[in-house]
């Protein structure tokens, strides 16, 4: 039997299509684990290595490994050497040792798409991850043995200068290997069929909205606040695209405002929020903490601490504070974390976090950055409290108090979320709650003055203009014409006051606003 993918084959790395062990390299970048693994002396030959594949695991994909690894159960041992960074190593292993468990109040539901039959939602146990029914340890008739190898970048020196910690743990386990189970797997192997199906990937039913996906936009006081109502417009408007690496939902330019950018990381209930989400307080804590380190893993392509504050060979933080310590009113405080020459023409991954540019403004210390590209679901809230480590460090270097600390505003140029985890991405929009906030454009007084109808347009009990008419409609235009309110309730509020007002007006009866 040779391995044959069902899905990713395009980013696999195939060695031996009759080897029996798969490597999960998680978040580190394949072609460097291939190349821990020649160092460690590992046979990778494709006409003799026990190898079959080499593949990332991020977390998203693992429905379609699942898939992949029940049409070719020649694939008996998964060795996973990589980043663990969003724990997608817990939730393989969680899979084929503790199973699924349902999902209480669900707010969303698969299909199987050629039975069009309901498919119930459910945990992995032990973990956050969700993920359809349709594939549980039960339907493989031998589960793959998976063992932990490490960090690929592992550097404690161990005897001789080039003999690392990862390195000893492969050669253990392939000096093992050899002796003692190698013939054995492919005797195994040997009598082993591939089954006639596998469960499809599931359909996640929802519908679409039309919109302009260039003009949304989110304003909030709080960054969880913000968090759920960017998913929500990404779950109710996003268009589907397609993408090399698959189809997205989609919405471009879509700005983020958050006005009190505060980690509550440390308030009462705020974990229990998080874990309600499916997001992991430690893992957004450590995000916190490690954003602004400046070394590079020698797994990663780039990270926003590097760039920040060694990739251009110089420190943007502490320029950046300069800056604004020398001038409060400096405008020039503006760093671009895209490297033009590397980042446009050069192979390997991009910064997704492109630039960032502060700004004293009204007493406040104001952070704006741009992003080429969001994963609105894994990764914006990530990004954003490490927006908020940044702020706090260049405040800090600026002699600017804590309380000095202003708005963030993220612009995403493209923001998307995959279909595949719309079901996480409906759980997380049903948290949304509606409330009730004052349109920061001010508020209208609506009283009948004769035979018209006045408006007042004000702001802290101050008249900035006047409307007067007999057609709520002609008031209606005048006032939009002025752009006078931001807020959609609020809109559809003087609606009604304003039909209600020319009704009464008609009727030559009394009117009274809301």
């Known amino acids: 039997m040779k391995f044959e993918p069902l899905y990713f084959g395009d980013r696999l790395t195939v060695i031996n299509p009759q080897g029996t062990i798969g490597v999960v390299t998680l978040w580190s970048r394949v072609d460097y684990v291939i190349e821990r693994f020649r160092q460690a002396g590992v046979d ?7 190898i079959a594949v080499f593949g990332n695991l991020y977390g ?23 980043n663990n960074r969003s724990g997608s190593y817990e939730d393989l292993t969680n899979f084929f040792d503790q199973g699924l468990e349902p999902i209480e109040e669900s707010l ?18 032990g973990s956050k991850r969700i993920i359809d029914a349709m594939v549980q340890p039960e339907l493989f008739g031998k589960k793959p043995r998976i063992e932990w190898l490490g960090d690929p970048t592992e550097t404690i020196i161990l005897g001789k200068a080039d003999d690392t910690i990862i390195l000893t ?78 189809d997205r939902l989609e919405l471009q330019n879509v700005k983020v405002v958050v006005e009190k950018p505060i980690s509550e990381l440390l308030a009462p209930g705020f974990h229990a929020q998080l874990l309600a989400l499916n997001i992991d307080p430690g893992k957004l804590g450590k995000y916190y903490m490690d954003f602004l380190e400046g070394d590079l893993r020698r797994d990663e392509s780039y990270n926003y601490g590097h760039r920040l504050r060694k990739h251009f060979k110089i420190d943007a933080v502490k320029e950046l504070a300069s800056r604004l310590k020398a001038d409060p009113e400096d405008r020039k405080s503006y760093f671009a974390l895209w490297d033009s020459r590397q980042d446009l023409t050069g192979e390997g991954s991009r910064p997704c976090f492109v630039s960032v ?12 950055a741009t992003f080429r590209t969001h994963n609105a679901l894994d990764a914006w809230l990530l990004n954003l409290y490490g927006l908020m480590a940044l702020q706090a460090e ?5 002699g600017l108090p804590p309380e000095a600390k202003g708005a963030i505003t993220v612009i995403s140029h493209s923001i998307s979320v995959d279909p595949k985890e719309l079901d996480r991405a409906l759980m997380v929009a049903g948290k949304r709650k509606w409330k009730m906030r004052l349109d920061p454009m001010g508020y209208f007084r609506v009283t009948l ?11 802290e009990d101050v ?5 007067r008419g007999k057609k709520a409609a002609r008031l209606q235009h005048e006032i939009a014409r002025d752009a006078a309110l931001s807020d959609i309730n609020h809109a559809i509020y003087l609606g009604r006051q304003l039909a209600k007002a020319e009704m009464a007006l008609k009727e030559r009866k009394e009117f009274v606003q809301d």
């Not at 260049?394 to 600026?398: L, R, S, Y």
């Open 449 to 459: 003055d004769g035979k018209e109808i006045l408006v007042e347009h004000r702001f």
């Open 169 to 246: 743990q492969i050669r253990v386990f392939f000096a093992n290997f050899e002796n003692l189970e190698r013939c054995e797997l492919e005797q195994s192997a040997a009598n082993m069929k591939r089954p006639d199906s596998v469960p499809p990937l599931p359909q996640v039913e929802t519908l679409y909205f039309p919109s302009n996906p260039r003009a949304h936009q989110v304003v909030q006081e709080k960054p969880l606040d913000a968090y759920l109502d960017l998913v929500f417009l990404l779950t109710r408007f996003g268009r589907r695209v397609t993408l090399k690496k698959g």
């Open 44 to 50: 990778l030959n494709p006409a003799t290595s026990p």
């Open 463 to 467: 008249t900035l203009k006047e409307y």
């Open 60 to 82: 998203n994909g693992l429905r379609e490994m699942l898939r992949n690894l029940l049409y070719n159960p020649q694939i008996q041992v998964l060795l996973v050497c990589g």
């Open 394 to 398: 260049v405040a800090k270097e600026a």
């Open 108 to 125: 969303i539901s698969y299909k199987r798409p050629e039975l069009g039959e309901d498919v119930p939602p459910c945990r992995i146990r």
């Open 357 to 368: 540019f502060f700004r004293k403004f009204e007493e406040k210390l104001t952070l704006t």
